[in-house]
């Protein structure tokens, strides 16, 4: 597509319950991250795709969360057993080379 | 691991220039990004210098350091749009990109 998707643009869920967001990324592109932002606050970096390469897990901040991405196409992150902490918006990025686009981010609230 | 120091907030006069400064400590070193991003939004791409010196884009130019670590955003011309946050974001060994924690610009009449 022109540009990278995420869906849902929000979500609202019950502490305790499990959610999946989604990133659609620029066909081609074979770099994708998934960042975490919480209100008034920078960019944290979670994880990363390159290709068909093992993925940069480092900025995973529990066991609750995961993330998957096949080939160079959709990637999902899991988040189990949500808390109030989670509370964010949640940004995926593709790229070629470099000038990384983003998406609109998944605003996630936990109540 | 990798460490982006950038300036909290700062306030700039419409008309005006203003510099971001951006220092940065990271292992391995390719490529370092300038993003903008209103208040709700996505960020969105500004600059990316890879070799030391200055890039011009506009009114927005963008300058690189390697052997200090250092990076600034200068911004000419303010103009009310440009209230926003400003990021820095280094791309490290292994291609992963390290983002600060941005810099709040309030442009005033």
């Known amino acids: 597509g022109a540009g990278v998707s995420q869906s849902p643009s929000n979500k609202v869920t019950e502490k305790g319950k499990d959610v999946e967001l989604r990133c659609d990324p620029i066909?081609?592109?074979?770099?994708l991250y998934w960042y975490r932002q919480r209100l008034g606050q920078g960019l944290e970096f979670l994880i990363y795709?390159?290709?068909?390469?093992?993925?940069?897990k480092s900025g995973l901040p529990s066991d609750r969360f995961s993330a998957e991405r096949t080939g160079e196409s959709v990637s999902t992150l899991t988040i189990q057993r949500t808390q109030q902490e989670d509370s964010a918006v949640y940004l995926c990025?593709?790229?070629?080379?470099?000038?990384?686009?983003f998406g609109s981010g998944t605003r996630l609230t936990v109540v | 691991g990798q460490n982006i120091d950038q300036p909290t907030e700062m306030t700039a006069t419409e008309g005006a220039i203003v510099q971001i400064n951006c220092t940065y400590q990271?292992?391995?070193?390719?490529?370092l990004f300038w993003y903008q991003q209103h208040a709700g939004e996505a960020p969105t791409f500004l600059s990316y210098?890879?070799?030391?010196g200055l890039e011009e884009k506009g009114r927005f130019s963008s300058f690189l350091s390697r052997s200090k670590g250092y990076s600034y955003l200068l911004l000419k011309e303010l103009q009310m749009k440009d209230s926003a946050s400003y990021l820095c974001?280094?791309?490290?060994?292994?291609?992963?990109?390290?983002f600060g924690t941005g810099t709040k610009l309030q442009v005033i009449p």
């Open positions: 990271t292992s391995g070193f390719n490529g």
């Open positions: 974001a280094v791309r490290g060994g292994y291609q992963k990109v390290t």
């Open positions: 795709f390159q290709g068909n390469s093992a993925p940069d």
């Open positions: 066909s081609g592109h074979t770099a």
């Open positions: 990025a593709s790229s070629l080379e470099f000038g990384y686009t």
């Open positions: 210098n890879v070799l030391d």
